[in-house]
């Protein structure tokens, strides 16, 4: 099938644009179908939640903030016990544990942007200096920021 559509293309034949178009279109539908049927992440089905969703919308819009379970837990108006129970139900991790993660993923991508530093970046992910960023960066991505900004 392959070298008989590779031929078809190659010669210019009668009808060939009417052919790929048709071709695109069915990629097109296939690569839609498949994209729709992959399961989305467990934080994105948990923003509809009561309780995980207006927490999960605060540690996106402000990953860099102070954050503590205490203050996650006002955010949701519910008890720290109830939202790390419910936040690890949900989210399939407890929230300080996603809070890392999400912040080292927001560094992986300042620290590849031109004159980045890694103090300038730990401040912005919310670390007060740049060895206790450099320890949680390289625990989480296995590398150190410096050596990840290079690569």
Same mark, same amino acid.
């Not at 994209?35 to 467990?42: D, G, L, T």
């Not at 993923?105 to 300038?120: C, D, F, I, N």
């Given at each position: ?16 644009? =009417? ?26 089905? #948990? ?30 108006? =519910?008890?720290?016990?109830?939202? #790390? ?5 949900? &989210? ?25 530093? &890694?103090?300038? =970046?730990?401040?912005? =992910?919310?670390?007060?200096? #740049? ?15 410096? #050596?990840?900004?290079?690569?």
């Amino acid at each position: 099938m392959r070298d008989y559509l590779e031929l078809q293309l190659a010669a210019g034949s009668l009808g060939r644009q =009417v052919g790929l178009d048709r071709l695109l279109d069915w990629l097109l539908v296939c690569t839609m179908r498949d994209w729709f049927e992959q399961k989305s992440p467990p934080w994105y089905q #948990a923003l509809g939640d009561d309780v995980v969703g207006p927490v999960l919308q605060a540690l996106h819009n402000s990953p860099g903030a102070p954050w503590t379970l205490n203050s996650l837990a006002g955010v949701a108006n =519910v008890s720290r016990t109830t939202l #790390a129970r419910r936040f690890t139900e949900l &989210v399939g991790e407890p929230p300080l544990a996603y809070l890392t993660d999400l912040r080292m993923t927001h560094a992986a991508g300042l620290l590849t942007e031109p004159g980045a530093t &890694v103090q300038s =970046v730990a401040r912005q =992910v919310g670390y007060a200096d #740049a060895f206790s960023f450099s320890t949680a960066f390289k625990r989480n991505r296995g590398t150190s920021p410096s #050596a990840y900004a290079t690569a």
